[in-house]
């Protein structure tokens, strides 16, 4: 259920019409009686008349007395200093009034984290079967563009480290995945080959859907066909993402720029979580409230790792403005430069294509922070440097 609170009827109703199915409450009062009364609900859009002060002040108290529940707060207008008192207050989104769009899609991705927390299940209930051979990192970010394939192709082929070690990378952007382009792989199975067998799939099942890139690497594509995304539920996922575990070293995860029940279950997955983004408000905002819900959803803070990518683009934001708004530090920047585009372009990682290019040696860095040592290569003869 949604409800939306606001004083004036005409906005509220506006509000009512673009998320369909919403109750209307009138008042701030009206909402605290409105939840006392109803266990379930998950999220309460409050609109722009109402004032900031008692928005916030909503928002606080749910954050301790129900943290399932998302308040979303619409404003007329939406600058930096409302967005950072917001996400210290426990506001699960902000968002512009005149953005239908965006105050939709702020209300699915609430009731998906309600959804998520309320299956949370104790101890002992999902416990994995025991420990599995191989390490998982998925690399997130809600927004999109900020560089999440680029990061998890090259984080999959530093893992590799030229066959050493077997990895998979795995592309969970079930509608818009780019993995095969970005490696320039020709897959003739995707991962939708495996809704048919379910949970009947084993590892040599799962093996043959395979394509492989280079030494040590291999990855598991995204469906080619629009609209297969839908078939593949997160118990799938799941079930693949631990048979993989078992079959490699380590598996990479690219994703979705959102927090979809399949991303949820490669968070659960997680060994570690790399969250990019770069430096510009709207991919930090998405990163602060990404920050906020992995603590709601109780995932260990050591496990993630803050990547700002094209870390040293001239935005006027410094890294420690960055990470004191987002209460976190940062872990490792990665540089901007042309040559990354180069190289997807040719289907080689950079990290393959240069191994001493500085995007190279930040990709290091987080397969290093997340992993330790995992055998990279300090082998690599130093032969220019005298
Ligand atoms: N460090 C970088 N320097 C230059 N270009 C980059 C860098 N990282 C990413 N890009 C470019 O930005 C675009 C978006 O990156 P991509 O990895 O596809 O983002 P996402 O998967 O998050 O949507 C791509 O064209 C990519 O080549
Ligand atoms: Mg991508």
Redesign the pocket.
Known sequence: MTAIVDLDPAVAAALKSALGDALVLDSVDAVRRHIDTNLGEDTIVVGPTVDLDSAFELARVMRVQRPSLGVILVRRRVDTNVLSSAMRMGVRDVVEERDIAAIASAVTRSKEVARALRQSVPEGETAEPGPSRGRLITVF?AK????????STNLAAMLADNGTNEVVLVDL?LAFG?VAI?LQLFPKHTIADAVPVGDDLDESALRSLLTNHSAGLTALAAPMQPGVEKTIDSSLVTHILSLLKDMFDYVVV?TP?AFDDQVLAAFDASDAIAL?ATLDIPALKNLKLTLETLDLLDYPRENWNLVL??ADSKVGLSISEVEKTLGHSIGVQ?????D??AT?NRGVPIVLDDPKHP?TDAVRQVALQAFGEFRSDDSIPDTETS
């Open positions: 970010s999109g563009g900020c560089g999440k394939t680029t990061l952007d780019d970005a690219d720029p990019i990518n094209r990665i540089p901007s430069s042309r990354v585009p997807i995007v």
